[in-house]
């Protein structure tokens, strides 16, 4: 091979990037504005599952679990807030778990959604089941605690998911609803910020 084929290949190669990262930048571009239209109705979305009866969910502000960033909302009807949603991370056996918590006014759990999590499948995703997360309904922050034992003053940890059920109850739902709690009879989060 000479120095003049060596060359060739180089400006092929060169060539076949360039054009390559143009098209990827060019699809980026013109996706980016419909991947946050659908980003802002997925949030929305959910924030209306979690707490059908309420007309809107102002943004209270922003705080952080596990270095991550979360969001915290009222739910209002008829300008009155009827509860809180937040969102929270757990640290489980394969991945953060991104929970969000939806608490009537005495600070006691109404809904779970998981919102994503990477734990391992057949095993540590059965907590994104209704079984499980039903088991949070009701509990207020000094009873969200995973068991391995049968109980109904606590949560029942999944059978052979122990780490995962741990993750949601203790460290993701306990710390968002100690959270709300703490910041709501502090005086609450100052000016509402309306989406």
Same mark, same amino acid.
């Given at each position: 091979? &000479?120095? /003049? =084929?060596?060359?060739?290949?180089?400006l092929?190669?060169?060539?076949? #990037? !360039?054009? %390559?990262?143009l098209i990827?930048?060019?699809?980026?571009?013109?996706?980016?504005?419909?991947?946050?239209?659908?980003?802002?109705?997925?949030?929305? *979305? *959910?924030?209306?599952?979690?707490?059908?009866?309420?007309?809107?969910?102002?943004?209270?502000?922003?705080?952080?679990?596990?270095?991550?960033?979360?969001?915290? #909302?009222?739910?209002? /009807? =008829?300008?009155? &807030?009827?509860?809180y949603?937040?969102?929270?991370? %757990?640290?489980?056996?394969?991945? #953060?778990?991104?929970?969000?918590?939806?608490?009537g006014?005495?600070? $006691?759990v109404?809904?779970?959604?998981?919102? =994503?999590?990477?734990?391992?499948? %057949?095993?540590?995703?059965v907590?994104?089941?209704?079984?499980? &997360?039903?088991?949070?309904?009701? $509990?207020?922050?000094?009873?969200?605690?995973?068991? $391995?034992?049968?109980?109904?003053?606590?949560?029942?940890?999944?059978?052979? *998911?122990?780490?995962?059920?741990? *993750?949601?109850?203790?460290?993701?739902?306990?710390?968002?609803?100690?959270?709300?709690?703490?910041?709501?009879?502090?005086? %609450?989060?100052?000016? !509402?910020r309306?989406?």
């Open positions: 091979m &000479t120095g /003049k =084929d060596i060359l060739k290949i180089t092929n190669l060169v060539v076949v #990037y !360039v054009v %390559g990262g990827l930048a060019i699809v980026h571009a013109n996706t980016s504005p419909i991947r946050f239209a659908n980003k802002v109705a997925a949030e929305k *979305a *959910a924030l209306n599952s979690m707490m059908p009866e309420a007309e809107d969910t102002p943004l209270l502000g922003v705080w952080k679990i596990h270095d991550k960033e979360a969001k915290y #909302y009222a739910a209002t /009807k =008829d300008g009155k &807030t009827i509860g949603i937040v969102q929270s991370f %757990g640290k489980g056996y394969s991945s #953060y778990i991104n929970t969000l918590i939806a608490v006014r005495d600070f $006691k109404i809904k779970v959604k998981i919102l =994503d999590q990477k734990e391992t499948p %057949g095993l540590g995703d907590i994104e089941e209704v079984d499980f &997360t039903n088991r949070l309904i009701g $509990k207020d922050a000094e009873h969200l605690k995973a068991l $391995k034992t049968d109980t109904t003053e606590y949560v029942q940890a999944v059978t052979g *998911a122990t780490i995962s059920s741990r *993750a949601v109850t203790d460290d993701a739902v306990r710390n968002g609803v100690d959270f709300i709690r703490n910041k709501m009879k502090e005086g %609450g989060p100052g000016n !509402v309306r989406k």
